[in-house]
């Protein structure tokens, strides 16, 4: 005679003979019930396949390594690019090098305009039967030549470049490779619980995805380019110049910003699991709003290095708006609970 197993139990540990067991049914949990060795099994596999997604990652973007530097080089671009400043210079060419700059006030070129800014390039020109290199005016130079301020990265030393291909390759593989690792995971864990479990767990998964993403997304097309001009206006103001950026701290800068930012974006996710399990409420959440928004501030002036208060309120805005919204919903649910115990009383004194 067999002894008895609970349909809903989930511990492996049983006396019945493997080949009478049954299927859980999927309302109940999931899976058949397994030995501790098969569950060792799965979990190597598991190893193994999240391994292989991670390997396989690595070496694509290993091997695109030159694209994904373009793609993060692209925020400091337009950072150059939206850069305005009142002083007007004289740029110098010879092919598509800048040479040098100097002030239109004082230049030593007669005849040019001190209310806009030249470019000239550095061109043969014959003068009678003889040919002399001299600077004409550019009607249509390039854009690199028009800017008052430009940021080259530069490789400063011998295993430089190397250093910036293994922090794209290993960071970058893992972000490639994050929804397989995810679903491999998942595979292994997700058996083991109820139906309730498992719509709250893609619930919580989906929704740090979601912020994660915008996180990331933000940053990159708003945060970085501000982050850069106004760093590059910090150290012009301190009398340093900033024509030349050691290209490996860029990178690395720019990778741990963007994932910096999206686990900042998680906020409402942890405050909204503290809410759940009891340690606060919209009331609580209400009452520290102020003290949230000052530390909010003194974050956002932390990264706006110029001081410019348009920029730090344009950073501390959407981290404003994510607490805003943890507090309506916090809200939502106390007011729901209120309501439902309120049901709950009726129904119980009639």
Same mark, same amino acid.
């Given at each position: 005679?067999?002894?008895? *197993? *609970?349909?809903?139990?989930? *511990?492996? +540990?049983?006396?019945?003979?493997?080949?009478?067991?049954?299927?859980?049914?999927?309302?109940?949990?999931?899976?058949?019930?397994?030995?501790?060795?098969?569950?060792?099994?799965?979990?190597?596999? !598991?190893?193994?396949?999240?391994?292989?997604?991670?390997?396989?990652?690595?070496?694509?973007?290993?091997?695109?390594?030159?694209?994904?530097?373009?793609?993060?080089?692209?925020?400091?671009?337009? /950072?150059?690019?939206?850069?305005?400043?009142?002083?007007?210079?004289?740029?110098?060419?010879?092919?598509?090098?800048?040479?040098?700059?100097?002030? !239109?006030?004082?230049?030593?070129?007669?005849?040019?305009?001190?209310?806009?800014?030249?470019?000239?390039?550095?061109?043969?020109?014959?003068?009678?039967?003889? +040919?002399?290199?001299?600077?004409?005016?550019?009607?249509?130079?390039?854009?690199?030549? !028009?800017?008052?301020?430009?940021?080259?990265?530069?490789?400063?030393?011998?295993?430089?470049?190397?250093?910036?291909?293994?922090?794209?390759?290993?960071?970058?593989?893992?972000?490639?490779?994050?929804?397989?690792?995810?679903?491999?995971?998942?595979?292994?864990?997700?058996?083991?619980?109820?139906?309730?479990?498992?719509?709250?767990?893609?619930?919580?998964?989906?929704? /740090?995805?979601?912020?994660?993403?915008?996180?990331?997304?933000?940053?990159?097309?708003?945060?970085?380019?501000?982050?850069?001009?106004? !760093?590059? *206006?910090?150290?012009? +103001?301190?009398?340093?110049?900033?024509?030349?950026?050691?290209?490996?701290?860029?990178?690395?800068?720019?990778?741990?910003?963007?994932?910096?930012?999206?686990? /900042?974006?998680?906020?409402?996710?942890?405050?909204?699991?503290?809410?759940?399990?009891?340690?606060?409420?919209?009331?609580?959440?209400?009452?520290?709003?102020?003290?949230?928004?000052?530390?909010?501030?003194?974050?956002?002036?932390?990264?706006?290095?110029?001081?410019?208060?348009?920029?730090?309120?344009?950073?501390?805005?959407?981290?404003?708006?994510?607490?805003?919204?943890?507090?309506?919903?916090?809200?939502?649910?106390?007011?729901?609970?209120?309501?439902?115990?309120?049901?709950?009383?009726?129904?119980?004194?009639?």
């Amino acid at each position: 005679m067999q002894p008895y *197993s *609970s349909p809903h139990s989930k *511990s492996s +540990w049983h006396h019945t003979p493997e080949s009478d067991l049954e299927p859980i049914a999927e309302d109940e949990g999931g899976g058949p019930v397994k030995t501790f060795i098969e569950h060792l099994e799965d979990l190597r596999w !598991t190893f193994i396949k999240c391994a292989v997604a991670y390997a396989v990652s690595f070496i694509l973007c290993l091997s695109g390594a030159n694209y994904i530097t373009g793609f993060l080089k692209w925020p400091l671009e337009q /950072a150059m690019n939206k850069r305005i400043t009142s002083n007007h210079s004289i740029t110098y060419l010879v092919g598509t090098n800048v040479i040098g700059r100097e002030a !239109t006030l004082g230049s030593s070129l007669p005849g040019v305009p001190t209310n806009v800014s030249s470019v000239y390039r550095l061109t043969p020109v014959q003068i009678g039967t003889n +040919w002399v290199a001299a600077f004409q005016l550019e009607t249509n130079p390039p854009v690199s030549a !028009t800017r008052q301020s430009t940021v080259d990265l530069k490789n400063f030393g011998p295993i430089s470049a190397f250093n910036i291909v293994m922090q794209i390759a290993l960071y970058g593989g893992l972000t490639v490779a994050a929804p397989f690792l995810l679903l491999f995971i998942g595979q292994f864990v997700l058996p083991a619980l109820h139906v309730p479990e498992k719509k709250f767990l893609y619930k919580v998964a989906g929704w /740090a995805s979601f912020l994660f993403l915008l996180g990331v997304t933000l940053c990159y097309l708003v945060f970085l380019i501000i982050c850069l001009s106004t !760093t590059v *206006s910090f150290s012009n +103001w301190l009398g340093f110049g900033s024509d030349q950026w050691q290209a490996e701290q860029y990178i690395s800068f720019v990778l741990w910003f963007m994932v910096g930012m999206g686990v /900042a974006f998680q906020l409402p996710l942890v405050l909204l699991t503290l809410v759940k399990i009891g340690i606060l409420d919209a009331a609580k959440l209400s009452s520290f709003r102020m003290y949230w928004v000052v530390i909010g501030l003194v974050i956002a002036g932390f990264i706006t290095p110029d001081g410019n208060p348009i920029n730090m309120v344009i950073l501390f805005l959407p981290l404003e708006i994510l607490y805003e919204i943890t507090v309506i919903v916090a809200w939502y649910w106390d007011r729901k609970a209120k309501r439902m115990a309120a049901q709950a009383d009726s129904g119980a004194t009639a």
